[in-house]
């Protein structure tokens, strides 16, 4: 397929991979393993890399290459724990447990930082700030109202701006204003998934590639794993697949991926436009999300020339080329001076969700599990891989507020939404646009 938009050379691959593909490693499957993790992403990675802290050998399965799924492919906005604070914790759980969930999703910002300091990764982090543009005038109001509490929350500063001064933080007339959060920063995905698992392999975990896992038995007091290329059998098992956890050809945990509702989200980068005109259209280089319910988010690229602009562009089955020029749309009527900006990639991956809007961690019938990131993931599947790992080595202090939660699924929900998400995008994008007439 071609189109004038599209670049000579337009990729369906993510720009990331220019400068960080994930390799192809070592196949080989061993016999035996204390501890195997199903997922090889940064939960997975992560999980592994506390493991081995802890003096646990511990072995990563991934059914494609280490780090090939959303880890190289989201946008790479680090905004930590921040969307679950918004989740009517309280409400559901009491004002004491609801508090004790919030500030442990919190707490997965600075331990991404420390963790890209500890481990020496080098993947273009900045703690830049995020800038969160309102749709409506009603949605302003709404942040106004939450800014101190997540302030608090976060310890660090956020500031409403008002639309009339929005130009110095976003180079568009086309939101009502916004919120900025301190609590935010940016990196490369594709070199943070390589430097993850990197340090995972320095610290002596074992990581392999394309081996799909099609089913977990307990045997003993261990499990046997079944494999396309054979079986592996373990100790202990810990699963993180998140937005990839049903598929035809495998499904390693059938009871967590009824529980995980995978969307997919379409990336497209632009041509290089120089740093002036970046600087322009993001001063300060914040990264930018909406308050759509089918949300836009974007950003500046780490070296400051291109646009990576995302959101949910279709919800039937799409590829990133279908996808491409309808996020051109979005992103021009944001930035009308790209109009003639021509795209050189587009790409997609899947994020997760829950019905219950939380990240988990557990146990299910001895096996753990991770994931349910509500695509804010680079942060809380870093954080939450850390902790199911204490877990799992019976080396945490007091009780993850995460862990154990219940984790409610749907009657008849297999793990494949595809059926339902046309009625619930055309809702959502219905609603948007009497948000934005009713502006």
């Known amino acids: ?102 500030m442990a999703a919190a707490a997965s910002f600075p331990f991404i930082e420390e963790t890209i300091q500890r481990e020496g990764i080098d993947c273009d982090y ?16 709404a942040m ?7 302030a608090e929350i976060s310890g660090l500063p956020t500031e409403m701006v008002p639309k009339s001064r929005q130009r110095e933080v976003l180079g568009t007339d086309h939101y009502h204003g916004g919120m900025k959060v301190a609590a935010t920063g940016s990196l490369h995905p594709g070199k943070y998934a390589r430097g993850l698992a990197a340090a995972a392999e320095r610290a002596g975990a074992r990581l392999v590639d394309g081996v799909r896992v099609q089913g977990i ?27 990839y956890s049903l598929d035809k050809r495998g499904t390693a945990l059938p009871w967590f991926a009824r529980r995980l ?3 997919n989200s379409y990336i497209i980068a632009t041509e290089e436009l120089g740093e002036a005109v970046i600087d322009r259209l993001f001063p300060g280089r914040r990264v930018v999300g909406d308050t759509k319910r089918v949300l836009n988010y974007f950003r500046p690229s780490p070296d400051g020339k291109r646009v990576v602009w995302g959101g949910r562009a279709s919800f039937r089955a799409a590829t990133a080329e279908d996808t491409a020029v309808a996020l051109h749309g979005y992103m021009t009527a944001c930035f009308p001076e790209l109009a003639k900006t021509r795209i050189t ?38 954080w939450l891989g850390h902790n199911v790992a204490l877990k799992l080595a019976g080396a945490a202090n007091e009780r993850f507020a995460l862990d154990g939660l219940p984790f409610p699924t749907r009657p008849f929900y297999s793990g494949d939404p595809s059926w339902v998400l046309p009625f619930i995008g055309g809702w959502y994008r219905l609603r948007d646009r009497l948000d934005r007439l009713a502006a």
Not at 144 to 150: I, Q
Not at 217 to 243: C, H, P, Q, Y
Not at 354 to 382: K, N, W
């Open 1 to 102: 397929m071609s189109h004038p938009l599209f670049a000579p050379g337009f990729k369906t691959s993510p720009y990331w991979w220019e400068a960080a593909e994930p390799p192809k490693r070592d196949a080989t499957l061993p016999d035996h393993a204390p501890a195997v993790v199903v997922g090889g992403g940064y939960a997975g990675l992560s999980a592994a890399l506390t493991l081995r802290r802890l003096g646990h050998a511990v072995t990563v399965l991934d059914a494609e290459r280490i780090g090939w799924g959303a880890s190289s492919r989201n946008g790479g906005m680090v905004s930590g724990g921040l969307k679950v604070a918004g989740a009517g914790l309280e409400a559901a759980f009491g004002k004491e447990e609801g508090r004790r969930i919030t």
């Open 126 to 141: 900045v703690r830049c700030g995020r800038f969160r543009a309102a749709w409506s005038p009603k949605h302003y109001a």
């Open 144 to 150: 106004e109202k939450d800014a101190e509490r997540l």
């Open 217 to 243: 038995k307990e045997e003993g007091s261990g499990f046997r794993i079944a494999t396309d290329r054979g079986e592996i059998r373990a100790d202990a098992v810990l699963v993180t697949t998140n937005g």
């Open 261 to 263: 509702v995978p969307l």
């Open 345 to 382: 990639h587009a790409w997609t991956g899947f994020v997760a969700f829950t019905f219950d809007y939380l990240p988990h961690i557990g146990v299910e019938r001895g096996i753990h599990y991770a994931g349910g990131c509500q695509g804010s993931g680079v942060a809380m599947a870093t």
